[in-house]
């Protein structure tokens, strides 16, 4: 039986980890499919985690993280969690992909969450070649190329200016005629040469042949069609909350959910469930910022500490 | 411990011509890749024998890279006797690669 199962490495979960061994917990296991991180190692810049100043990219970042949990006791168990459920005596019960079960005291679920598809015709056909949502990882492949960004949030607009130091031309594709990034980030993209803002546009259909995507064809608010002839299509429109594990076998949640998916927690990170916490960006209202779920991780390790605690102490 | 094979220009197709072979396609910058590394890592110990795990390092290696038309990492790619058999796109669970390799050598 473990004190405490924790969902997820990104930095909620590696946080709740660390917090959660060094706060006295014996039996930890964090669950992750492979190398902790999260979501945030996607990243090329981080400029705004405190303490550490400068440009460092997001796999830098979270670098350290997981020896310093692994110092206090923190198991990492490299599976893959299929569903959380929870017993009549309100002990939980953590499915793995492999088939087997393990039970836990207290769950903090910290599945973040993925890349949003954009939804145009060929995205999901083009995955891996030419579509992308990792400029990190693969704007490599379009070095002295040109490449097309959807998106208008941060995460559109700073990955437009890591590609523009790669690719000949970037060309930013956003629904609207302005961005809700950050507006410095804006400035910086607005004086760079070679971004071309394509905007009041949304992309209609990626297209290519064996060997992956060859341009794009854009409608604007005018019905008017583009089509932009570049092997490189980068999407960054949002995220959706990894939340399958706390769907149980008969289509119910766990605990409550909002409409858009969103774990329902309080300020110390309580779901509706005793003992089942939710923390970073799977929870309602979460800023999704690395510092945030970092902070949720530890409210919540304190938290599951106390009922843990409880459970086996009175 | 098996270690996984290093896949060069030079020993690609001499290593993928013959069994089941997994190649992971990565790269030194890429998240993803360093989040798989670990799991490719036991791969190759508890599949020593019977199937080869290999990676290729595509920022060295970019001739393989394009011949596969590799455009993200990391990519998985199945060989079975010599023939591309399946990809995987992206990071994935242990699980899901002994899936994949199990099936193919059943």
Redesign the interface.
């Known amino acids: 039986m473990l004190d405490c199962a924790i969902i997820g490495g990104g930095p909620a979960g590696l946080t709740a980890g660390l917090y959660t061994t060094r706060g006295g917990l014996e039996k930890v296991v964090m669950y992750e499919k492979g190398m902790p991180g999260g979501q945030i190692t996607l990243s090329s810049e981080v400029e705004n985690y405190p303490g550490v100043a400068g440009e460092i990219t997001g796999m830098d970042l979270m670098a350290p993280w997981p020896n310093q949990c692994e110092k206090f006791g923190l198991v990492h168990d490299m599976a893959e969690i299929v569903r959380v459920s929870k017993k009549d005596d309100g002990v939980f019960v953590i499915h793995k992909d492999d088939g087997t079960i393990k039970e836990a005291l207290s769950v903090i679920v910290a599945t973040g969450s993925s890349p949003r598809r954009a939804g145009f015709a060929g995205e999901d056909k083009y995955i891996g070649k030419g579509v992308s949502n990792c400029a990190t990882c693969d704007g490599f492949f379009y070095k002295n190329k040109e490449v097309v960004v959807i998106g208008g949030g941060n995460t559109a607009l700073e990955e437009s200016l890591y590609l523009a130091k790669i690719c000949t031309k970037v060309y930013l594709v956003h629904r609207r005629d302005k961005f809700r990034a950050a507006p410095n980030t804006v400035k910086r993209v607005e004086n760079t040469d070679n971004i071309e803002l394509v905007l009041n546009s949304t992309p209609k259909e990626v297209y290519g042949d064996a060997m992956g995507v060859l341009g794009i064809k854009i409608t604007d608010i005018n019905a008017q069609e583009r089509d932009i002839k570049a092997p490189g299509v980068f999407v960054f429109v949002g995220n959706n909350v990894n939340n399958s594990v706390l769907k149980q076998e008969d289509g119910t949640w766990l605990c409550d959910v909002n409409e858009h998916g969103e774990v329902v927690v309080n300020i110390s990170m309580h779901t509706s469930v005793k003992g089942l916490y939710a923390v970073g960006d799977i929870r309602l209202a979460a800023p999704k910022q690395v510092v945030c779920a970092a902070g949720d991780g530890a409210v919540a390790a304190l938290e599951a500490i106390s009922y843990v605690d409880h459970k086996l102490y009175g | 411990m098996a270690k996984y094979i290093e896949l060069t220009a030079s020993n690609f197709d001499e290593t993928t011509k013959e069994g089941v072979v997994l190649v992971d396609f990565w790269?030194p910058?890429?998240?993803?890749?360093?989040?798989?590394?670990?799991?490719i890592e036991?791969l190759a110990d508890d599949y020593d024998g019977k199937a080869k795990i290999c990676k290729v390092n595509?920022?060295e290696e970019q001739d393989i890279?394009v011949k596969f038309?590799?455009?993200?990492?990391?990519?998985v790619l199945l060989f079975k006797d010599g023939e591309m058999v399946d990809?995987m796109?992206?990071?994935?669970?242990?699980?899901?690669f002994e899936d994949k390799l199990n099936s193919l050598l059943a």
């Open positions: 790269a910058w890429c998240g993803p890749c360093r989040m798989i590394a670990p799991v036991e595509t920022d890279a038309g590799i455009r993200s990492i990391p990519t990809q796109v992206g990071a994935a669970s242990k699980q899901a």
